[in-house]
């Protein structure tokens, strides 16, 4: 665009004049349009500025990584990674503008209600700096549309940041957004619901520069953004049994248990411990049944201790190489561990010799690979009150005495909601890494890795189901808080989620998101 068009241009949306900001924006003096509010997890999703946000690393970090450091795109042509900008601008001493129409059309043309897009250097450049949505309102980005029937909305940011990979800490609250060789500027925009019949004419994304520019050709490309575990769940041989109920009987099921009588403690091994409770009823946790009484786990204030129980495998027909194990496990409403995360259930070869609490595996005394929960979200942040699920691996090839910590990309638990949870283990051959862990949540398939070496001797093997509940590290649980835990399945085969009132277990309330 020619400068004294662009002077024009950023001079117009800097007075506000002749446009119509609509009531969903209220853009107060060209302020900020305000983040998307809702229920859905999914709608929750976004870019974040600030604690546990949007690095160069992850899109939100320790939920979903990106596949590339620096941030994943999208060019003009639908590819990953792809070349082809749908626009190029050179920086200007007044800013820069950017032709978005293409995929802002597409974008709503499709119903969606926020625009992602990315900023990235093309070919040798100098480091240039624009005003962030932090800066005053009048030196704001904004994404300016102008609709074939002569309207014009004015958009602020909703989020924006800067994706530079020589740190791992979110840089979303600086007054400036930095766009290099090597790092690369994030904007989303809330937008608005095109009524029917109304066409978008053109959209134009505005920057305006801080300081005297260097000499930097940008291109503007799609944010292609990670996003949550979608389409049809996968079922297994659960299917067949609804409500599991018969599963017990199934050739391919080692052990099965559920918590709707009392004979349930001698199922698991001797010297199972903790704060546990069958319930059948707690509306105070938001508890609800998934199909019948549940056990109900407490991790005390001021203790680590949640419970921990065992499946022994060698009173189940052997220890085996290969396994599965799935259980529904569901978070109360007081859950918050906002010190701390900590350990849930798993499979396991320790032996009472090593594999957890610092006790070095080394492929020859032991091994373990619980699910564990993270640090809750931040007060602040949009994923506040929903859990992030991982491994805590202590394995061969560990790199320090404690375990190594695996995010499940996705594995986002509301509170108040029941989720299936499964993993297998595949032991490797001894002298090979070539083992394997998976885990499924709700049945879709959140993590797999392969080339893993758990042992270097055929002596180990998974000894047990460890159903361990453990707040840290080594911080106690700040206030007393529950979840609870039903339908445990092992098996030699893939389980997936419960047939019959699996659906509306997995959908559940929607929680207090």
Not at 48 to 70: D, K, N, S, V
Not at 393 to 421: F, N
Request: with cysteine; glycine share 12%.
């Amino acid at each position: 665009m020619p400068t004294p068009m662009l002077a024009l241009l950023i001079h117009r949306l800097r007075s506000c004049r002749r446009w119509t900001l609509p009531a969903l924006f209220a853009l107060a003096a060209c302020g900020h349009a305000p983040a998307v509010r809702a229920n859905d997890l999914a709608s929750r999703v976004a870019l974040h500025e600030g604690e546990g946000g949007t690095t160069c690393q992850a899109y939100l970090a320790g939920a979903l990584p990106w596949q590339r450091e620096g941030g994943d795109w999208r060019d003009a042509q639908g590819r990953l990674h792809g070349a082809q900008a749908f626009d190029v601008a050179s920086a200007t001493p007044l800013g820069a503008a950017w032709d978005a129409t293409r995929p802002v059309t597409r974008w709503l043309t499709e119903g969606r209600r926020r625009a992602a897009l990315l900023l990235r250097a093309q070919g040798d450049a100098d480091t240039v700096h624009f005003h962030s949505r932090e800066a005053r309102p009048s030196d704001r980005p904004v994404l300016a549309l102008e609709w074939a029937d002569g309207g014009r909305d004015l958009l602020a940011p909703s989020g924006d940041t800067n994706l530079d990979c020589t740190t791992i800490r979110a840089l979303g609250r600086l007054p400036a957004l930095t766009v290099s060789e090597r790092i690369n500027a994030l904007l989303e925009f809330a937008l608005p619901a095109a009524p029917a019949g109304r066409k978008l004419q053109r959209a134009r994304l505005v920057l305006a520069a801080v300081g005297t520019p260097g000499r930097a050709s940008i291109g503007l490309f799609e944010a292609a953004l990670p996003g949550l575990p979608a389409g049809p769940a996968q079922m297994g041989l659960a299917a067949g049994y609804p409500a599991d109920r018969g599963i017990e009987r199934d050739p391919q099921v080692v052990y099965a248990a559920g918590f709707d009588d009392g004979a349930w403690a001698p199922r698991f091994a001797k010297g199972s411990q903790g704060e546990l409770q069958v319930v059948g009823d707690d509306a105070a946790l938001g508890f609800a049944p998934l199909a019948g009484p549940a056990l109900r786990v407490k991790f005390k204030k001021g203790s680590n201790y949640g419970a921990t129980l065992r499946v022994l495998l060698k009173d189940h027909g052997g220890e085996p190489e290969e396994l599965f194990f799935r259980y529904y496990l569901r978070f109360g409403r007081d859950w918050n561990p906002h010190v701390d995360g900590g350990k849930l259930p798993g499979l396991a070869g320790t032996y009472n010799r090593a594999g957890w609490g610092g006790r070095r595996a080394d492929g020859h005394n032991g091994w373990s690979m619980r699910a564990a929960f993270a640090r809750a979200f931040p007060a602040d942040h949009p994923l506040h009150g929903v859990t992030q699920l991982q491994s805590y691996a202590y394995h061969a090839e560990m790199p320090t005495d404690y375990g190594e910590g695996w995010v499940w990309p996705g594995a986002l638990v509301p509170r108040e909601r029941w989720a299936s949870v499964e993993q297998r283990v595949k032991l490797n051959r001894p002298g090979a890494a070539d083992g394997e862990f998976q885990a499924w949540v709700d049945g879709h398939l959140v993590l797999h890795r392969k080339g893993l070496r758990y042992r270097r001797t055929d002596a180990l093997r998974i000894e047990s189901a460890w159903l361990d509940f453990y707040h840290g590290g080594t911080a106690t649980s700040p206030h007393d808080q529950h979840v609870f835990i039903d339908n445990v399945v092992v098996a030699r085969r893939y389980i997936g989620p419960m047939a019959g009132a699996a659906p509306a277990a997995a959908a559940g309330r929607p929680g207090k998101l």
